[in-house]
């Protein structure tokens, strides 16, 4: 199995797990894998995450060019400008995943925060950078934001949902669907009357000081 074959059955796999997971509705979502120095696989335009498989996927270079103009006449998603800029944006994470999760797009377009309240919120999610309205599909948003994720790993895009950049699909995985569920949990605080609960800060600076002291002992081997 080549690497092209590796991400594609990646890509299938995290779009059916996604699916499952009720974090897509319809073909309301796209991946895309970096499977070389200057290639992608991305999801087609119009593309249900659970439906896909390995021969659907779409390989673009950096520039946006399609790379297997054969490849079925198949035509890349409709969000490709956004996938492009976060894979230039970070080159450190080969997984960028777009979706709607409805409760998070619930709270982004009420102009409420997302708490993330549970250990597994603030280990998986980390921070939330947010992009304000912009025309889905058009080369404004792919900037709008790939300028945030040089301050978080999950932004959320009002009135639309989410891009979510990982090392690996099960990152990915892991970042999207703790960003619904502290969405969830966010949304039920607020009906109980709570504005403010969030995960313990001091939590996650220890976690933060062990990375950066694992990532120092690694430096120095």
Same mark, same amino acid.
């Given at each position: 199995?080549t690497g092209s074959d590796?991400?594609?059955?990646?890509?299938?796999?995290? =779009?059916?797990?996604l &699916?499952?997971a009720g974090?897509v509705?319809?073909s309301?979502?796209?991946?895309s894998?970096?499977?070389g120095?200057?290639?992608?696989l991305v999801?087609?335009?119009?593309?249900?995450l659970?439906?896909? &498989?390995p021969?659907?996927l779409?390989?673009?270079?950096?520039d946006?060019?399609?790379?297997?103009?054969? &490849?079925g006449g198949?035509?890349?998603?409709?969000?490709?400008?956004?996938?492009l800029?976060a894979?230039?944006?970070r080159p450190?994470?080969?997984?960028v995943v777009?979706?709607?999760p409805?409760?998070a797009n619930?709270?982004?377009?009420?102009?409420?925060p997302?708490?993330?309240?549970?250990?597994?919120?603030a280990y998986?999610?980390?921070?939330i950078?947010?992009?304000p309205?912009?025309?889905s =599909?058009s080369?404004?948003?792919?900037a709008?934001?790939a300028?945030?994720?040089?301050e978080?790993?999950?932004?959320v895009?009002?009135h639309h949902g989410?891009?979510?950049v990982a090392?690996?699909?099960?990152a990915?995985?892991?970042r999207v669907?703790n960003?619904?569920?502290?969405a969830? &949990?966010?949304?039920r605080?607020?009906?109980? =009357?709570?504005?403010?609960t969030?995960?313990?800060?001091?939590?996650?600076?220890?976690?933060?000081a062990?990375?950066a002291?694992?990532?120092?002992d690694?430096?120095?081997?």
């Amino acid at each position: 199995m080549t690497g092209s074959d590796e991400a594609a059955a990646a890509i299938v796999r995290l =779009g059916r797990r996604l &699916a499952a997971a009720g974090l897509v509705v319809g073909s309301g979502g796209n991946i895309s894998l970096r499977c070389g120095a200057d290639r992608i696989l991305v999801t087609p335009s119009g593309s249900a995450l659970d439906e896909l &498989a390995p021969a659907d996927l779409v390989a673009l270079d950096l520039d946006g060019s399609v790379r297997d103009a054969d &490849a079925g006449g198949l035509r890349p998603s409709s969000e490709a400008h956004m996938h492009l800029a976060a894979h230039r944006a970070r080159p450190d994470t080969p997984v960028v995943v777009h979706v709607h999760p409805p409760y998070a797009n619930l709270l982004v377009a009420l102009g409420r925060p997302i708490r993330l309240i549970t250990l597994d919120h603030a280990y998986y999610v980390r921070r939330i950078a947010l992009v304000p309205f912009v025309q889905s =599909g058009s080369e404004e948003l792919g900037a709008a934001a790939a300028s945030r994720l040089g301050e978080a790993d999950v932004v959320v895009l009002a009135h639309h949902g989410c891009l979510v950049v990982a090392p690996d699909v099960g990152a990915a995985y892991e970042r999207v669907a703790n960003l619904e569920a502290a969405a969830t &949990a966010t949304y039920r605080a607020l009906l109980l =009357g709570d504005q403010a609960t969030v995960c313990p800060p001091e939590y996650l600076a220890c976690i933060q000081a062990r990375e950066a002291a694992a990532a120092g002992d690694v430096k120095e081997t």
